[in-house]
């Protein structure tokens, strides 16, 4: 037992029930099965009030075709949510946002939530201290700095002068389309749709269903106003909407996604998680968010709140998702190379058709594929399974498969 009286304090002025921009954390909302399943296991289950869609499938669309990939357990794990209250106009008494809901959480387990907006921190007599409005509001024995690449706030930490540096960024396009419910049920289900399309500034895109919305997140470089258009009017996306049925933009956003974590992010009585820490590549922030959090936690609580408490206990954990990401440019560089090449891409289609066609096969491009999109599993391992041997006979049976169909 650890003999500590602990006390936090949450200082958000967001209110995150809210519809709408003011209560919107800018993120897609999807929830990986491993982050529902550890969730569980810390006794926080996600209730039906939250989950606005459980998801079962990826749909792949490729221009050479699409696929359907199971969920490997088959099992309704991953969680299609809100963030905040969701598109203006949504928000309702059976519903509740995702963040609302662990903030709730918090309080219950005796947290306390000040609804004031942190304006500076600056350190007196070795301790951090909190202002507000121009005047001192309190004086912390660890801050820690949860605020995300879409704050303003992250300022505040690069004015305290310990080396903290923002995290190199590239921009997201996010827009939500409103369908009637019987739309969504019927044309999208319980699917999340993929895109890997030969499409330059593209990493890949999702359609995430969820009740009367679909949430479509796009993902690469130099995106800007314009690229949620462009992308809907292309043509496999076209073949992928309700066909001569209308909809609306309830809400477009380009919100900023990390893609570099700062290398200096604690200093003495000072963390930075999440976002404005380190975090997975294109994918699974919350779940990176959850991991950072409790490295942090663990350390503060075991170990001290020093600089050098931070670097022997807390850095290793930080650095090891820099490491595993590396390993994910690998594997998004693979996968512009299997959508910008159309042999390739066929290549793929065939081999995900095989798999998910038989019960018995260990559907190793499958699980490459499930794993990258959801978060499910660390880069390095998917990695390991993506250039094993038995992966690359995959390949060249498929290739063999393409040589024996042209002659």
Excluded at 118 to 137: A, H, R, T, W
Excluded at 145 to 162: H, Q, R, T, Y
Excluded at 213 to 234: E, M, P, Q, R, W
Aim: glycine share 8%; net charge neutral.
């Amino acid at each position: 037992m650890i003999d500590k009286e602990l006390n936090f304090t949450i200082y958000d002025p967001k209110n995150f029930s809210k519809d709408g921009p003011a209560g919107c954390n800018k993120c897609a909302g999807i929830i990986s099965e491993l982050l529902v399943q550890t969730l569980a296991v810390e006794g926080i289950n996600l209730p039906d009030s939250v989950v606005w869609k459980g998801i079962n499938s990826y749909q792949l669309h490729t221009t050479k075709g699409s696929v359907s990939i199971a969920t490997p357990s088959f099992e309704n794990t991953i969680a299609a949510v809100y963030r905040g209250g969701g598109p203006k106009g949504i928000i309702g008494e059976h519903k509740e946002s995702f963040d609302d809901f662990l903030l709730g959480q918090a309080v219950k387990e005796g947290a306390a939530h000040i609804s004031v907006k942190i304006e500076g921190i600056e350190y007196k007599n070795g301790k951090p201290v909190l202002f507000s409005q121009g005047g001192e509001i309190e004086q912390a024995d660890l801050v820690v700095g949860a605020v995300g690449v879409n704050s303003a706030k992250m300022g505040i930490f690069l004015d305290m002068g310990f080396g903290y540096e923002e995290p190199r960024t590239v921009k997201a396009a996010i827009a939500e389309l409103s369908f009637d419910e019987e739309i969504i049920t019927e044309h999208f289900g319980n699917s999340v749709h993929l895109f890997l399309l030969p499409i330059k500034s593209l990493k890949f895109a999702a359609m995430i269903p969820k009740e009367t919305y679909v949430t479509l997140c796009i993902l690469g470089h130099d995106l800007n106003a314009n690229s949620v258009k462009d992308f809907l009017d292309y043509p496999v996306v076209r073949e992928v909407l309700p066909k001569s049925l209308s909809y609306k933009f309830r809400c477009r956003c380009l919100p900023k996604m990390n893609v570099k974590a700062p290398k200096i992010p604690y200093a003495d009585r000072v963390v930075m998680c999440g976002d404005a820490g380190s975090t997975r590549l294109f994918k699974d922030g919350l779940g990176a968010a959850y991991i950072m959090g409790k490295a942090a936690a663990n350390t503060a609580v075991l170990h001290g709140v020093s600089k050098q408490d931070f670097q022997e206990h807390y850095y290793p954990v930080y650095k090891n998702i820099i490491v595993d990401n590396q390993f994910g440019s690998y594997l998004y560089f693979l996968a512009d190379l299997y959508k910008n090449y159309g042999l390739l891409t066929r290549w793929m289609l065939q081999i995900v058709q095989e798999e998910q066609s038989d019960p018995e096969d260990p559907k190793r491009l499958s699980s490459v594929l499930w794993n990258m999109f959801t978060g499910n599993e660390r880069f390095k391992n998917i990695f390991a399974t993506a250039v094993s041997l038995p992966m690359r006979f995959d390949l060249w049976k498929a290739f063999a498969k393409t040589l024996v169909r042209r002659r």
